[in-house]
């Protein structure tokens, strides 16, 4: 049907970068907007940042200046590069868009979508 598979986790030191992927496969018609969201151990998941078809983007206040959301359209990407990370980055960060457009060959639906989410590890 319609998935979302995220890629680029991993373990990094403190005042390290990362970069995250998130692709979209599947029937797509389109796409509108795409974010990414975090969950840490015994917390809630919150959001990180979005950002529309047409490239207007949201942060939380704990990543602005420090993390940048983007997007290809074309290949139904979006990514989320992450510098100077802090021990208290760790979590699972799961994909999500909210409302894609897609066919089943007869008609076209709309359906939200997680990814299976990536693990960052911030930490010595």
């Known amino acids: 049907q319609v998935q979302l598979v995220e890629s680029g986790g991993g373990l990094v030191q403190p005042g390290g970068s990362l970069r995250l992927s998130c692709a979209a496969s599947?029937?797509?018609?389109?796409?509108?907007?795409m974010g990414w969201y975090r969950q840490a151990p015994g917390k809630e998941r919150e959001l990180v940042a979005t950002i529309t078809s047409e490239g207007s983007t949201n942060y939380a206040d704990s990543v602005k200046g420090r993390f940048t959301i983007s997007r290809d359209n074309a290949n139904n990407t979006v990514y989320l590069q992450m510098n100077s990370l802090k021990p208290e980055d760790t979590a699972v960060y799961y994909c999500?868009?909210?409302?894609?457009?897609?066919?089943?060959?007869?008609?076209?639906?709309?359906?939200?979508?997680w990814g299976q989410g990536t693990l960052v590890t911030v930490s010595h």
């Open positions: 999500n868009a909210p409302r894609i457009r897609y066919s089943t060959g007869l008609v076209y639906r709309y359906l939200e979508v």
């Open positions: 599947g029937r797509i018609v389109s796409i509108n907007a």
